[in-house]
């Protein structure tokens, strides 16, 4: 069988417009228009590629193709020399002199970024289309945006103004927003994600996250976990069961199955040169105002009463206590105030 190429042109941009990337590299629905072309010429059978563009824009060309596909780059100077010892290995070239986007079996050109916004548009559109046609169920098309890569399982409800991004995996009978960005993460199945957003994470079956819940990169959210308002996670691995219901940071941490974090529970992660990681077991209680300062071991089962700085590691079924014992002044209010008038 003949083995299909295509060459794409990136000419640069005319001098004067405002951006300076080549028409295909700017972005459609959070992906450029190459990767949308890429994966309509792969579902066309084609499985080489030759990119014709100056040296500095490879690196993002590169990004818009999968990483087994055999792609070349070159010069225009390059190229009629390459074409001919393709068209003699028996390859068939299709030549992409002008900037287009895939719209059902055509490609459209365009010339202009307000072209391209059009065209955008109309892809907002396909891509509603496709995934209503596969069991999933968005709430307000005109407030929902879902980026080309994106999977999502049957059953799930989008509510308004959701955002999807990049390598997306939603799983199925979720419930995603309204107010949810969520950018190259995975989320397991019934999980509900209300008002959050999350970047290059993964957050596991049965969860409840937000709202206004912000997870940071590389993070994991154990299975069944709860995840509350205002709580920040930042590389760190959750176990099954976890509970922050609000106003909590965990920072470079690993954590263990069923551990409660009290509301105001912080990880003193950076010592203003390096990060430091914070290790809590199993079902372990923190109380709330609890400070954790790394590099230390909270060991399974161990309870952390509230306002302690924890600065040691703490053995296993252990109570921390790191606080001032209060002390009260009779009758010091009283004689203040009369101070204070005279």
Not at 65 to 75: D, K
Not at 76 to 94: F, M, N, S
Not at 104 to 114: K, L, N, V
Not at 273 to 282: L, V
């Amino acid at each position: 069988m003949t083995e299909r190429c295509v060459a794409i042109h990136l000419p640069d941009p005319d001098h004067g417009e405002h951006n300076e990337r080549p028409l295909m590299l700017r972005t459609v629905l959070f992906c450029p228009a190459l990767t949308w072309c890429v994966r309509a010429w792969m579902a066309g059978g084609v499985g080489r590629f030759f990119v014709v563009c100056d040296s500095r824009w490879r690196d993002e060309a590169a990004a818009c193709f999968p990483g087994e596909q055999i792609v070349e780059y070159g010069s225009e100077a390059d190229w009629p020399a390459r074409r001919r010892e393709l068209e003699t290995e028996g390859c068939r070239i299709e030549e992409i002199r002008e900037p287009v986007m895939p719209r059902g079996r055509m490609m459209i050109s365009f010339h202009s970024p307000q072209e391209l916004a059009r065209l955008q548009a109309a892809c907002h559109g396909d891509t509603i289309a496709y995934h209503l046609g596969r069991g999933v169920q968005i709430l307000d098309p005109a407030s929902t945006y879902i980026d080309p890569r994106v999977d999502i399982g049957a059953g799930t409800l989008l509510l308004p103004n959701t955002i999807l991004r990049g390598e997306t995996v939603v799983g199925a009978d979720c419930e995603i927003g309204p107010n949810t960005m969520l950018d190259g993460c995975r989320v397991g199945d019934r999980t509900v994600v209300n008002q959050t957003q999350a970047k290059d994470s993964e957050i596991r079956e049965d969860c409840e996250i937000g709202p206004y819940t912000h997870i940071r990169p590389h993070c994991v959210v154990g299975r069944g976990s709860k995840i509350g308002a205002f709580v920040q996670l930042k590389n760190c691995n959750l176990g099954e069961g976890t509970k922050m219901a609000h106003l909590t940071y965990v920072g470079d941490a690993d954590v263990g199955d069923h551990v409660n974090f009290g509301c105001g529970t912080v990880t003193s992660n950076y010592d203003g040169f390096q990060k430091h990681r914070t290790t809590i077991g199993n079902e372990v209680f923190i109380g709330c105002n609890t400070n954790l300062v790394p590099p230390v071991t909270v060991a399974d089962r161990a309870y952390i009463a509230a306002g302690t700085t924890v600065t040691k590691d703490v053995p296993a079924d252990s109570l921390a206590i790191g606080r001032v014992r209060q002390e009260n002044k009779e009758d010091w209010a009283r004689r203040n105030r009369e101070l204070r008038k005279k």
